[in-house]
């Protein structure tokens, strides 16, 4: 059973960077034709699709993001992370990790984790 | 970008009633090669991550009750839960994977009447 798993600090001042990290377990991140993706969702709002990486590193971004985002992968971890940069309170939000799949659809997510910006 | 919209925002239905949701996307997200819808629906209860429900538009996935079925072409989707279950209160969201950015309709809120 694949599980997912979010770390990192839960509040970030403004203008800093906010950095998570997704450890997998229960499969290798490398095995199959799965992206591995970054979602965020502020609180009593809807969900917004932050972007995706392939294990050859391979990326796609929101538009909306794209400047100040950066998504990694680590192999030998069995873990994907995110960077945000520059961030505001606009970006306090539970993020995710999720699996997807080519036939489609994130059938594996985090727990998730909440990042409050604030100074 | 392809913009998601859900109807209605909110709905209370009775229980063992019949509950649908619409979903429409800004342009179509069939995918020629293979004719298939590239949609997902998901059900998201508080303090959770959202769970998948549905994809290939009307393909649910391993495990979910067959009470959810999922219609629709082009850019017209609608998921349908036959029976309502007190369980099944929760946001559900329609999310289209045909091209990045992959992008979610607002959800809606289902309730019990």
């Known amino acids: 059973q694949v599980q997912l798993q979010e770390s990192g600090p839960g509040l970030v001042k403004p203008s800093q960077t906010l950095s998570l990290t997704c450890t997998v377990s229960?499969?290798?991140?490398?095995?199959?034709?799965?992206?591995w993706n970054w979602i965020r969702q502020p609180a009593g709002k809807g969900l917004e699709w932050i972007g995706r990486?392939?294990?050859?590193?391979?990326?796609n971004y929101n538009p909306s993001l794209k400047s100040r985002v950066t998504i990694s992968v680590d192999t030998s971890k069995n873990q994907f992370s995110l960077k945000l940069s520059s961030v505001t309170a606009a970006d306090t939000a539970v993020y995710y990790c999720?699996?997807?799949?080519?036939?489609?659809?994130?059938?594996?997510w985090g727990q998730g984790t909440l990042v409050t910006v604030s100074s | 970008d392809i913009v998601m919209t859900q109807s209605p925002d909110s709905l209370a239905v009775s229980l063992g009633e019949r509950a649908t949701i619409n979903c429409k996307s800004s342009q179509s997200v069939l995918y020629s090669s293979n004719n298939k819808n590239n949609l997902a629906w998901y059900q998201q209860k508080p303090g959770q991550p959202p769970k998948l429900l549905i994809y290939w538009a009307s393909t649910r996935e391993s495990g979910v009750p067959d009470r959810f079925s999922g219609s629709g072409s082009g850019t017209d989707f609608t998921l349908t839960i036959s029976s309502l279950q007190a369980e099944d209160v929760a946001v559900y969201y329609c999310q289209q994977y045909y091209t990045t950015p992959y992008s979610f309709g607002q959800g809606t809120k289902l309730e019990i009447k």
């Open positions: 229960g499969g290798s991140i490398s095995s199959g034709s799965y992206y």
């Open positions: 999720a699996r997807d799949r080519v036939i489609g659809g994130f059938d594996y």
């Open positions: 990486i392939y294990t050859s590193g391979s990326t």
